[in-house]
């Protein structure tokens, strides 16, 4: 059997992407669905670091919230 993974390129297909891997999550090493599974998620992380990517915070911020969380004033 061959396993045929598309890209992901819209929602619907990213959100049915992490329902199938939430499926295999259980599934054995070195297994085809574990094959499945590091293709799929490697699918994943390349369609969130383009629609949902993760900026770096604001210098001046990661300070304040870091002072907050040690309780030092402000």
């Known amino acids: 059997m061959v396993l045929i993974i598309n890209l992901i390129r819209t929602e619907i297909e990213y959100r049915n992407a992490l329902k199938r891997i939430d499926s295999l ?42 002072m907050e969380q040690t309780g030092r004033p402000i």
Do not use: G
């Open 25 to 66: 999550l259980d599934c054995e090493d070195k297994s085809k669905e574990a094959d499945e599974l590091d293709s799929l998620s490697i699918l994943v992380e390349n369609y969130e670091n383009v629609h949902y990517p993760i900026t770096p915070p604001d210098l001046i911020d990661a300070i304040r919230f870091r």
